[in-house]
């Protein structure tokens, strides 16, 4: 078994993260060294197996996670600007709020910004009131799944957008922050997330236009 601390990833979950070291060490070879990337991927598996109920294909995850973090590294060590806002959506359990307001910025942004979203304390999966929610605005967030909030992305972030976490962000000078004050979507229903949601819409729309003009 691979041995990371004080968890241990399971000989077969090691094979399939050999597979996915592979191709993020190619997809990031010209910034990372292979032993940098593997340690990256197994940082990830290992915090999210943390929260998870299941682990069958958490190792898909996983090397969806390490290669966020590993651009978003790049992002905060380059001095050369990437001429997009990057924003970082920051809730308790990145199931409800972040998921989406990044889903909202995503869509309005059309490629214009980059956006990620994370948890202080990120449960198993997105609320499914919430997926049922963007999904009327023809907005698929089912394949999503919560993130911890990691340093590295609140390094690469220009505007950092709390909802609810208290103090669980780091705070670094040149950085934006804001809190937005909404409701908790987690234990509601439908008619709840929407209102939520349109909520959110409403203030992504106004960040949106006055980040891009």
Request: negative net charge; charged residues 25%; proline residues 5%.
């Amino acid at each position: 078994m691979t041995d990371t601390g004080e968890f241990t990833i399971p000989p077969a979950v090691a094979t399939l993260l050999d597979t996915s070291a592979t191709r993020l060490a190619a997809r990031f070879a010209a910034t990372f060294s292979p032993e940098t990337v593997r340690e990256c991927l197994d940082d990830s598996y290992i915090v999210l197996a943390a929260t998870a109920r299941v682990h069958t294909h958490l190792y898909v995850l996983a090397e969806r996670f390490a290669a966020e973090r590993l651009s978003a590294t790049i992002t905060a060590n380059s001095e050369a600007a990437t001429g997009k806002p990057e924003i970082l959506f920051v809730c308790v359990h990145n199931a409800g709020r972040s998921q989406m307001a990044a889903a909202l910025l995503d869509h309005h942004g059309a490629g214009r910004v980059v956006v990620r979203s994370a948890g202080s304390a990120p449960v198993d999966s997105v609320n499914p009131a919430v997926v049922a929610a963007l999904a009327e605005l023809d907005l698929d967030v089912s394949k999503e799944f919560p993130k911890p909030l990691t340093d590295e992305v609140v390094r690469a972030s220009d505007v950092v957008i709390t909802m609810g976490c208290g103090d669980a962000c780091p705070i670094y000078p040149g950085k934006r922050y804001l809190n937005w004050e909404l409701d908790d979507p987690a234990g509601k229903d439908l008619e709840a997330a929407r209102r939520i949601r349109d909520d959110i819409d409403a203030r992504v729309k106004s960040l949106l236009e006055e980040l891009l003009g």
